[in-house]
């Protein structure tokens, strides 16, 4: 039974591009929450999904930022025109309906150069 | 005052030794409370629920004090695979049950 999976685990964009980031939910998961990790700071919660729904994006930078998670393949955490400062790594995690333990995934490390 | 907030550490132990990570919580109407470990470099892996009547698991003990709002780690007869960031994490309610907020850890390193 495959865990969270995330991919790329390491992405490098330069100031102005875009970064996608991709997050498959274990299996019989459909809920997912994406959380960024600073440099020496603890998880940020940033958005709740499911299946094709935002239920809560109180953790999302205003600007540039996006998620969705469509009926169909994986969640996306879009990061238009990046700066150096979504350096981070980028959590996804999943859980099944109403059950409130969080399962992590690898993670994808997000440098701007 | 942090929402979750944990022993700045880091600890650094002999194999054996017992340790105890402390963690204080904020929103008095949090619902859930967790430990996580974090290895470095990696995700974050649930190592235990806690309940209120205290809960344990093999070497690993954790108690809440709601009135407090305080959860404990204890590790007991320490091994060098314990080395990790211990993450105190907690529900963030108010009518959700999913927004978890994690505390910035506490590094523990295990010496032979």
């Known amino acids: 039974n495959a865990g969270v999976m995330q991919n790329p685990r390491h992405l490098v964009r330069r100031r102005g591009q875009e970064a996608r980031l991709r997050c498959s939910p274990m299996?019989?998961?459909?809920?997912v929450y994406w959380y960024r990790q600073l440099p020496e700071e603890g998880l940020k919660f940033m958005v709740y999904?499911?299946?094709?729904?935002?239920?809560?994006e109180s953790g999302m930078p205003k600007e540039r930022f996006s998620a969705e998670f469509p009926k169909e393949g994986p969640s996306i955490l879009r990061i238009q025109q990046v700066v150096r400062g979504d350096s981070a790594a980028y959590f996804c995690?999943?859980?099944?309906?109403?059950?409130?333990?969080?399962?992590f995934g690898p993670g994808t490390r997000l440098t701007v150069l | 005052r942090k929402e979750v907030e944990q022993d700045p550490g880091p600890f650094n132990v002999p194999e054996g030794a017992t340790v105890a990570f402390n963690c204080t919580y904020s929103?008095?109407?949090?619902?859930?409370f967790f430990w996580y470990r974090q290895d470095c470099r990696k995700e974050p892996k649930l190592l235990m629920s806690v309940y209120s009547s205290g809960n344990e698991d093999g070497r690993f003990t954790a108690q809440l004090n709601r009135a407090s709002q305080y959860i404990s780690l204890l590790i007991r007869d320490s091994k060098l695979s314990d080395s990790a960031t211990y993450l105190c994490?907690?529900?963030?309610?108010?009518?959700?049950?999913?927004?978890?907020?994690f505390g910035k850890g506490t590094l523990l390193t295990v010496n032979p």
């Open positions: 929103n008095s109407a949090s619902q859930s």
């Open positions: 994490v907690v529900n963030d309610s108010g009518g959700s049950n999913y927004k978890l907020t």
């Open positions: 999904l499911q299946k094709e729904n935002i239920i809560d």
């Open positions: 995690a999943s859980t099944e309906a109403g059950i409130d333990t969080q399962y």
């Open positions: 299996k019989g998961h459909s809920h």
